[in-house]
Every structure is written in C-alpha cells, then in structure tokens.
C-alpha cells in the first residue's frame, strides 16, 4: 500500500509560481511511476505531466509544455511540480498519482494509476 501526501498549493497571482510537492509511504517509491492530474470544477480529470520511476522520462501535457516541470528525489520519496508562467486556465484541484510498472504504461490515462493523494488546490486570480 502506498499514501500519497501532496502539499504546495494555493493562491497565486497570474504570471506567478508555485511548487507542489508530493511525498509517499513505503519503501518502494522507486518503482512507481508517479504523475500529476488536474481537476477544475464541472471537468474531467486531465493529465499534466509525469514521471518514470527514475527520473529519466518526463511526459507533459501540450498545455503545460514549457512551463511546468516534473521531478523526483527517490530517496525524499517525494515527486515535484514546479508551476511557472502560471495562468487563471491553471487554476484546479492538482492530484498526484503512482503507477506501478508495466509494459506498454500510458502515463495520461488516470484509470492507469493505483495509488492517489487527496489533491492540493491551486487557484491562480487574473
């Protein structure tokens, strides 16, 4: 069993930046693949970026592209979203989510995803 605890959100003025942080349990961090998904209000829940388990792949979404940037430190058991250039579209509920390992993996398909944290949620005013 793994816990995902996100934390790093909150009120941000466009343009401006935030980083979300998201620590698990266990000691087996290191062979999940962990992600980050957004949900708005009345939406679908929608990939933003993810990660292999090390760190050496990294997926994002078109609209985030250039301007979020996912990590990991496998020893912190922790994964990071760096937000900048933030916009008021960005604005969301941002859930963390671990994918154990397996063939043919598609990272922006929530359905692929075992484990998820609670979501931390960052509001970003124009």
């Known amino acids: 069993q793994v816990q995902l605890v996100e934390s790093g959100g909150g009120l941000v003025q466009a343009a401006g930046s935030l980083r979300l942080s998201c620590t698990a349990s266990?000691?087996?961090?290191?062979?999940?693949?962990m992600g980050w998904f957004r949900q708005d209000q009345g939406k679908e829940r929608e990939f933003v970026a993810a990660?292999?388990?090390?760190?050496?792949?990294?997926y994002y979404a078109d609209s985030v592209k250039g301007r979020f940037t996912i990590s990991r430190d496998n020893a912190r058991n922790t994964v990071y979203l760096q937000m900048n250039s933030l916009k008021p579209e960005d604005t969301a509920v941002y859930y963390c989510?671990?994918?154990?390992?397996?063939?043919?993996?598609?990272?922006?398909?929530?359905?692929?995803?075992?484990?998820w944290g609670q979501g931390t949620q960052v509001t970003v005013s124009s």
């Open positions: 990660i292999s388990w090390s760190g050496v792949r990294t």
């Open positions: 989510a671990a994918a154990r390992e397996r063939q043919r993996l598609r990272v922006g398909i929530p359905q692929e995803y075992d484990y």
């Open positions: 266990g000691r087996t961090f290191n062979t999940f693949h």
